[in-house]
């Protein structure tokens, strides 16, 4: 579970980054048996079932960006069951639960909810029951790290001397989820937040991290190209957008190509 790593982190910095005035009243804290309390907790075979239970259960009924209606309603069903309040809706299908002291410092967990538009073809028992579409970026699994995070942060609520904001995010691919999100208050006081993406090229149970920008970003631009009609018989006094567009291309592409290597380990 890579959400646990970063959560033993935060309840360690919970713990030990409260105002100067309880500095001597967790002094003696172990950190250390806090650690392997959250560790031991997220191996416990029934918690470990109840995860899996859990991203079936979102993987078989994707649905696209602000369209998470379903998603939605089984995260509230089970942030209530494990006595979380929560606000309900930001940003329209969006969720932000809390768990803590209620008082700084302020830290974050954020997972996003939505699918893709991807018919799902591999045939197992808990195939995509929803045509044309399929979580075939992970979702379901961040939705799911969030759900047991929360359930391992509020097991510890008492000993927590912060507030972790749990935020559930809508319309992440393409549709600026996040944006709409701190537009409507998700984070507001947060003094850092945490997010990670699941990954097939590492192997189970280990965290990738770097200094500095991590993981991608994608912006849209629109570019005009308009040329001059005329008569085949004199090109010269044309211009042709065919022509300045496949330049154009071809002038871009290395530049994506020089980053790509660039950015790559080694």
């Known amino acids: 579970m890579a959400w646990l790593c970063l959560l033993t982190f935060i309840s360690i910095s919970t713990l030990a980054c409260s105002s100067k005035g309880d500095t001597d009243n967790h002094s003696g804290l172990d950190l250390g048996s806090l650690t392997r309390d959250l560790l031991d907790s997220a191996k416990e ?66 997972a996003d909810m939505d ?55 809508p319309g992440e691919e393409a549709h600026a989820g996040a944006y709409h999100m701190i537009k409507e208050g998700a984070v507001d006081n947060v003094q850092a937040i945490f997010g990670l993406h699941v990954s097939p090229q590492m192997p189970t149970g280990t965290v990738g991290s770097r200094p500095g920008p991590m993981l991608a970003g994608s912006a849209r631009f629109l570019v005009k190209i308009q040329g001059k009609g005329g008569h085949a018989a004199s090109p010269h006094t044309t211009r042709d957008p065919v022509l300045a567009a496949s330049l154009a291309i071809l002038a871009l592409q290395p530049i994506v190509l020089e980053r790509q290597i660039l950015s790559s380990p080694g």
């Not at 893709?116 to 044309?132: A, D, R, Y």
């Open 45 to 110: 075979p029934e918690f470990f079932d109840w995860l899996k239970r859990v991203r079936r259960r979102i993987h078989q009924y994707p649905e696209l960006a602000f369209e998470e209606h379903e998603t939605s309603q089984l995260i509230r069903s089970e942030l209530e069951s494990l006595g979380i309040d929560y606000t309900w809706p930001v940003a329209k299908t969006g969720i932000v639960a809390s768990v803590g002291s209620g008082v700084e410092p302020w830290f974050g967990l954020r």
């Open 115 to 169: 699918a893709l538009p991807i018919q799902e073809l591999v045939e197992w028992e808990h195939k995509s029951k929803n045509n044309g579409k399929m979580h075939a970026c992970g979702h379901d699994v961040h939705v799911t790290m969030l759900l047991g995070a929360a359930k391992l942060l509020q097991r510890r609520r008492d000993e927590l001397k912060g507030t972790v904001k749990l935020v559930f995010q």
